[in-house]
């Protein structure tokens, strides 16, 4: 079992940045791909960015490839999202979550992932 924490969120004018940490309990992260995703008022939850167990691949939607940047250090059990440029439609709760055995690379879809935090919100003003 993983129990996984999102910290990080907040409200920031748009072109400015945050920093998202998702801190994992319960059993090493190592041995899991981790993902985040997003979800705004009225809409459903959607990829963000995900990274390998290892650090070595990673993968994100095409709405914020070269804004964001998913990294992890498994020696303090914590990913992070680097999160620069925002825009206002980056508005939304955005979660942390632990792949589930035997998913294929990249896990983009909900179904992929089977431990989840509870997120944290991240509001960008105009």
């Known amino acids: 079992q993983v129990q996984v924490v999102e910290s990080g969120g907040g409200l920031v004018q748009a072109g400015g940045s945050l920093r998202l940490s998702c801190a994992a309990s319960?059993?090493?992260?190592?041995?899991?791909?981790m993902g985040w995703f997003r979800q705004a008022p009225g809409k459903e939850r959607e990829f963000v960015a995900v990274i390998s167990w290892n650090g070595g691949s990673t993968y994100y939607t095409d709405s914020v490839k070269g804004r964001f940047t998913i990294s992890r250090d498994n020696a303090k059990n914590t990913v992070y999202l680097q999160m620069n440029s925002l825009k206002p439609e980056d508005t939304a709760v955005y979660y942390c979550?632990?792949?589930?055995?035997?998913?294929?690379?990249?896990?983009?879809?909900?179904?992929?992932?089977?431990?989840w935090g509870q997120g944290t919100q991240v509001t960008v003003s105009s």
């Open positions: 979550a632990a792949v589930a055995y035997g998913s294929t690379w990249p896990q983009v879809r909900l179904s992929d992932y089977r431990y």
């Open positions: 319960g059993r090493s992260l190592n041995r899991y791909a």
